[in-house]
Nanobody, 123 residues
């Protein structure tokens, strides 16, 4: 079993900051790319940021220069520092990871998702 659990969401005023965290656990052989996505009410889930095992990053234009993604390969965690928050950043933020399970006799990566953490930004 592989599980991803997010934390760190909350209610903040516009211009505020939060640090979102995600921890992967279970029968993990290795983790490839990790990332963050978000979904606002009535909208589709959208890309926010991704990071590779060697720390190459990619950001959505809407969050570039405000959000920063980090990972700790030894702890199987990924974090998203969100600064200068705007009301339009309000959404459920989901952690994603490409994981190969130790129970599989070959290195096949599958995408796993957490349950999400809610970020609400007040005007």
């Amino acid at each position: 079993q592989v599980q991803l659990v997010e934390s760190g969401g909350g209610l903040v005023q516009a211009g505020g900051s939060l640090r979102l965290s995600c921890a992967a656990s279970g029968s993990i052989r290795s983790i490839n790319a990790m990332g963050w996505y978000r979904q606002a009410p009535g909208k589709q889930r959208e890309f926010v940021a991704t990071i590779t095992t060697d720390n190459r990053t990619n950001y959505a234009d809407s969050v570039k220069d405000r959000f920063t993604i980090y990972r700790d390969n030894a702890k199987n965690t990924v974090a998203l520092q969100v600064n200068s928050l705007k009301p339009e950043d309000t959404a459920v933020y989901y952690c994603n990871a490409e994981v190969s399970s130790v129970s599989v006799p070959y290195r096949k990566y599958l995408a796993f998702w957490g349950q999400g953490t809610l970020v609400t930004v007040a005007s």
